[in-house]
């Protein structure tokens, strides 16, 4: 669409949101009044809007809502609190203090997120700030890992090609820091801070937010070929490295995409990030600042439903969002440069770095870390973080990397591996290492049907689909939401399912197998029965007629299962 005719949304009326942001004088609000109230558990709607740039969200346990509703109590409160990584690298200390906030002050869980940040669920209103402090204490921050401005920066977490790997780390680290809220607000709520600014007085600036941040969350990524771990196409911005024989040549800049769609409402769909061109590493931040100030400007401040970057560019085109980006660059990108990615699914087990440092990748099943009675996976990884001397590693499909260990130390992590039985997924079949499930219920809000809680038995049925048609050792991307909103990438996954009540799922097939193509949906408001009779054909078909190398989401469009589809705009068609 030419831009030529069409007004900046920003010209209708501004929605709620919006004017919470104005007047909340930098993200301050009244939370500080709020979380001393001792009468609720909960904090008012327009603090709760607020305290998501601080990273956690209010919720309540849906499990218990109707029983404390008929006891009529107030709902069981709760805070989620979402802890950024930038890259979703830590130390092993930073593991420890989030496995021993989590058993303090959380549900005692860890979840390992689709953007390599960790959440805690169940904190309560009084232990906010203790979690809250004692997570900076180690160096960590929630600032910014919710809201409308950038969140966690993603980078391909497995650092086997090292050279080039650090020195997109670098960057990563670089862009994120750069675009961090400068609001004093955070360090004076919570870590109880000396207010040195007077933000009556004007003293406070956001320099690339301005005082009503974006008009929506924007996603960063950088993904290093042929692995595509991050899914740069689901990024409002992705970058993806350029190298030649370990050294960083710059990046290709991709614009432009996102997940999220509201069932029933053609006009929002999931759309892929659609390549420009490429710039030199040192272009990266200059070209990062400008993209969010663009979507500052002009992206939609009425609807927050149509308020994503991607709404943005699709409205006024690629062309315009180019000229404009130049613009305000004050100098051209370059042609694109040639890459190839050939996965988006994670390497399991060990693998040597060309550093000769050593990397395990374990298999977290939907990011959950927990103690079961026949499986110790957080004693476990807590005993290993007392004597692992690299890092750790949140990688984007949920798992979890042990990283950077040395030969002398290898023998000693994997004697822990042992002991616990921490599992590389090798026993599994190849679609449950490919899979993953967004939260759901009992916490999220928004969850019309489980995921992280039902995918696991799901894949029990469908793993004997697999046995019978030979295909377990088969690597196929399978994905569940609880709704549309996208939280583990469904739609660029060969086989999804988005939830749309209880017990019943879209079934979308035909995405592409290293993240680069849209899936379309095969069947509407299906139940498990419905889903195993649909997918049991299509497995078998897929096993007898493939062509060599032929990946599942490839043959679902080959044998006319669903249509290609090539740009968002097509995703309902
Ligand atoms: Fe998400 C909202 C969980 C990654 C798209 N997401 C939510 C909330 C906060 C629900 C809410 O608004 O009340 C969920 C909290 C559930 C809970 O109980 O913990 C939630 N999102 C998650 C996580 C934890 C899923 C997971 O299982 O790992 C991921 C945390 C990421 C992080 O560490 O920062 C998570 N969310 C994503 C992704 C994937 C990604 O970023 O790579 C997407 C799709 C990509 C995108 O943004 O387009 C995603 N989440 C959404 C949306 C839809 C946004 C839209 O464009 O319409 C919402 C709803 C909203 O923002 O209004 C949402
Ligand atoms: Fe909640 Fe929906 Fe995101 Fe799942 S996809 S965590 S149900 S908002």
């Known amino acids: 669409m030419s831009d030529n005719n069409l007004l900046s949304p920003n010209s209708a009326p501004h929605s709620d949101v919006e004017a919470i942001k104005s007047r909340s004088d930098y993200l301050r609000g009244t939370l500080e009044e709020s979380l001393k109230d001792r009468i609720t558990g909960s904090i008012s709607e327009d603090d709760n809007r607020l305290m998501k740039f601080h990273g956690s969200y209010m919720q309540d346990d849906r499990d218990v809502r109707n029983e404390r509703s008929k006891q009529k109590l107030e709902p069981a409160y709760q805070f989620m609190v979402r802890v950024r990584a930038a890259g979703g690298i830590v130390t092993p200390e930073q593991w420890l203090t989030m496995d021993r ?4 002050h959380a549900n005692g869980t860890i979840r390992l997120t689709t953007r390599q940040s960790f959440q805690l669920h169940g904190v309560i209103k009084w232990n906010m700030k203790k979690v809250i402090q004692e997570v900076n204490d180690e160096l960590l921050s929630t600032l910014a890992a919710c809201g409308d401005v950038n969140r966690n920066v993603m980078c391909n977490p497995n650092p086997y ?28 709520i919570w870590l109880d801070e000396e207010k040195l600014v007077d933000s009556r007085e004007g003293d406070e600036q956001e320099p690339i937010y301005g005082a ?27 970058f993806i490295a350029i190298h030649e024989n ?65 709404y943005t560019i699709d409205d006024r085109g690629t062309e315009w969002f180019i000229d404009e980006l130049q613009r305000r660059l004050g100098w051209k990108l370059q042609e694109a ?7 988006n699914g994670d390497r399991y087990g060990w693998v040597k770095g060309s550093d000769n440092n050593w990397h395990f990748t374990l298999f977290i099943q939907n990011g959950r870390v927990k103690d079961e009675d026949d499986y110790l996976l957080m004693t476990g990884l807590r005993e290993i973080a007392k004597v692992h001397t690299g890092d750790f590693r949140l990688t984007p499909n949920q798992n979890l990397i042990i990283g950077n260990v040395t030969s002398q130390k290898k023998k000693k992590i994997q004697q822990l591996i042992e002991a616990y039985g921490l599992t590389d997924g090798t026993a599994y079949s190849a679609l449950r290492r490919n899979s993953m499930a967004c939260v759901a219920l009992p916490t999220c809000g928004l969850a019309m049907a489980e995921a992280e809680r039902y995918l696991p038995t799901l894949l029990d ?16 991307v399978i994905r569940m939401t609880g709704c549309p909103n996208g939280c583990a990438r469904p739609a660029l996954a060969e086989i999804s399912f988005i939830g749309k009540a ?8 035909g995405g592409g197998f290293a993240g680069n193509r849209l899936n379309k949906l095969y069947r509407e408001n299906i139940g498990e029965t419905e889903i195993l009779n649909e997918l049991r054909p299509i497995l078998n078909r897929y096993a007898k007629e493939r062509t ?9 469009i080959r044998g006319e299962y669903v249509k290609e589809v090539h740009s968002g705009l097509d995703f309902h068609a």
Request: aromatic fraction near 10%; glycine fraction near 10%.
């Open 101 to 104: 906030v989590a058993q303090r």
């Open 161 to 188: 090609q090292s050279e080039v790997h650090e020195q997109v780390y670098e960057w990563v680290q670089k862009v994120s820091h750069h675009l961090d809220p400068h609001t004093r607000a955070y360090h004076e």
């Open 212 to 238: 009503v941040y974006l008009p929506r969350k924007f996603k960063i990524g950088i993904a290093v070929p042929p692995a595509n771990e991050v899914d740069v196409f689901s990024q409002d911005l992705g």
């Open 246 to 310: 370990g050294r960083l040549l710059g990046f290709n800049v991709a614009v432009g995409g996102g997940m999220g769609m509201s069932h029933g409402d053609p006009k929002t769909y999931p759309q892929v990030a659609r390549t420009i061109g490429f710039i030199t590493p040192e272009q990266l931040i200059e070209v990062a600042e400008k993209t969010v100030t663009i979507q500052r400007d002009y992206g939609d401040r009425a609807v927050r439903k149509h308020a994503r970057f991607k």
């Open 337 to 343: 440069r040639s890459y190839h990615f050939d996965h």
């Open 461 to 476: 049925k469908l793993e004997l689909i697999l046995d019978e048609a030979g295909l377990r050792d088969d690597e196929i």
């Open 502 to 509: 209880p017990g019943k799922y879209n079934l979308y097939l």
């Open 548 to 556: 060599e190398g032929e990946h599942f989401g490839d043959f679902c």
